[in-house]
């Protein structure tokens, strides 16, 4: 390595430390009033179902940020544990919903059955989410989004299908490439980090169909 190399990694290093230092300053912060406002509601004997959804919801995407700043230092940051799938996709759902801003979006959730599933919960949550709101910004006003999963043959699947705008033929085999996007504010890194990390987990994602009428994803995690 030259000697340029090793001072521009060097500031490289510092700058990720600085920005870490920071987000997690702010991420704590955000944590804090969320934790308030929960105490806060307790004590005053208020409960609200849509409030401790929200805050609910800030928490957890709280703690996938901070994973992502952890990923900063170090690329084996991977805590799988055992989770319930279909707690995992309901969780998807809630924290996607945020999405749907002044949409009319209808969710439709089927549930076939569920197991035990060894990922990190953080990352798996980031893909399912990922798609979801993909499906959401593929709907101009008005649609709908259908989740559908069960286990078979010894895997957990998730269906993700949407009725918004069609991904044409000639471009189905590229969305999932690195910075590929057709948004004005995309990046084009959504699909190609699911499908890094699904992977990563002997799991596969795939664009089942995309038509006029229905785009549909599937993601499939073996179960051991
Ligand atoms: N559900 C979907 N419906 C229509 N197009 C989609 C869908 N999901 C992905 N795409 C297409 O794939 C591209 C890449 O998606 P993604 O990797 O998530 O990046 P981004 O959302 O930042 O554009 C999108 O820009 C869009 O053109
Ligand atoms: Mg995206």
């Not at 000697?3 to 990720?16: D, F, G, L, V, W």
């Not at 969710?107 to 989410?129: A, M």
């Amino acid at each position: 390595m030259t000697q340029e190399t090793t001072q521009q990694n060097e500031t490289i290093n510092n700058q990720i430390r600085y920005v870490s230092h920071e987000i997690r300053n702010h991420l704590s912060i955000c944590d804090m009033y969320s934790q308030i406002i929960k105490k806060n509601l307790e004590k005053e004997g208020i409960s609200n179902n849509s409030i401790d959804n929200a805050l609910n919801c800030i928490q957890k995407s709280i703690q996938i940020i901070s994973s992502n700043v952890t990923d900063l230092k170090s690329i084996n940051n991977n805590a799988k544990k055992i989770y319930d799938f279909e707690t995992l996709c309901y969780k998807a759902i809630e924290l996607s919903k945020a999405y749907i801003d002044d949409k009319d979006i209808e969710f439709e959730t089927f549930i076939k059955n569920s197991t035990n599933i060894l990922v990190d919960e953080n990352r798996f949550l980031s893909c399912i989410v990922n798609i979801i709101k993909n499906g959401i910004e593929s709907i101009e006003i008005k649609g709908k989004i259908i989740i559908l999963s069960e286990i078979k043959n010894n895997k957990a699947i998730i269906k993700i299908s949407n009725n918004g705008k069609q991904i044409p033929k000639t471009k189905q085999d590229t969305i999932f490439d690195c910075g590929y996007t057709t948004k004005d504010s995309g990046s084009g890194l959504g699909l190609n980090i699911c499908k890094k990390y699904i992977e990563s987990q002997n799991g596969t994602i795939k664009l089942n169909k995309s038509t006029k009428t229905e785009t549909q994803f599937e993601i499939t995690i073996p179960i051991n």
